[in-house]
């Protein structure tokens, strides 16, 4: 058996978390965490002829932990625009990551194969600059002002190419292959979890297959019309 470490600031225990739920429901995986010095780690025994798999995973979590948890709070501290309430704002910097998550995430995990200790602030800080600075300059072109119908028209426009198809059912999101999605829970926070989902898959089109809350049923009506289905 060998062991393989993942550890950041102990404030983002949520990103650990989200890392040991992926390696831990694998067979034959032992998964650990422990805080020390206000840091959190995952300690992950495989065996040896699994030891590339495991880290692969591993790899994969730390891009979508860079690319939508940090990226979250990254736009979070620099990005009020006036005229949206809280789940706006949400659904606003939702909106922004879902938009170049593919590319960032295919860029992080390049970096990763450069590395063998997975700390994932210090990666971030110390190899993830270039990502930084395109961030800052997006961040600054946001507008000081946005309406909700702006919102709605920049949600539309953001993902009327997305060739994408999710499924929603009993208030969890799959994707084409029937995996479920999952990427909210790098975020929190009060907005419903399924809608969060949807923005963060990156999708152009939804089919519904159970009855939606009324929440639910409103957001997709509003933000993606013509380009979701109800089949129940």
């Known amino acids: 058996m060998e062991k393989i470490k993942v550890s950041d600031k102990e404030a983002n225990c949520l990103y650990i978390a989200y890392a040991a739920e992926a390696v831990g429901n694998m067979n034959r995986r032992s998964v650990e965490i422990s805080f020390s010095d206000e840091r959190v780690q995952l300690a992950v025994e495989t065996p040896r002829e699994e030891v590339e ?5 591993l ?3 730390i891009a979508e932990i860079v ?3 940090y990226k979250y709070n990254f736009f979070s501290e620099r990005v009020h625009p006036a005229g949206l309430d809280k789940e706006g704002h949400d659904l606003l910097i939702s909106s922004i990551i879902a938009a170049d998550f593919e ?5 992080a995990r390049m970096r990763l194969k450069e590395i063998d200790v997975y700390t994932i602030d210090g990666f971030f800080d110390f190899r993830m600059q270039a990502l930084r600075d395109k961030w800052k300059g997006v961040a600054a072109c946001v507008p000081e002002f946005f309406s909700q119908s702006q919102l709605v ?3 539309q426009y953001l993902f009327s190419n997305s060739k994408k198809k999710i499924f929603l059912k009993n208030g969890k999101v799959y994707d084409w292959r029937c995996r479920r999605l999952h990427r909210s829970a790098l975020i929190g926070g009060d907005m419903d979890t399924a809608i969060r989902e949807i923005i963060l898959s990156g999708a152009g089109k939804i089919e519904c ?3 939606l809350s009324p929440e639910q ?3 997709l009506r509003r933000y993606y019309a013509d380009r979701v ?3 129940y």
Not at 53 to 57: G, P, Q, S, V
């Open 67 to 69: 690319c939508i948890g």
């Open 53 to 57: 798999k495991t880290k692969a995973i």
């Open 217 to 219: 049923e409103n957001f």
């Open 59 to 61: 790899a994969d979590c």
């Open 229 to 231: 289905e109800f089949s």
């Open 103 to 107: 590319e960032e995430f295919r860029y």
């Open 153 to 155: 028209d920049f949600v």
């Open 209 to 211: 297959l159970s009855v």
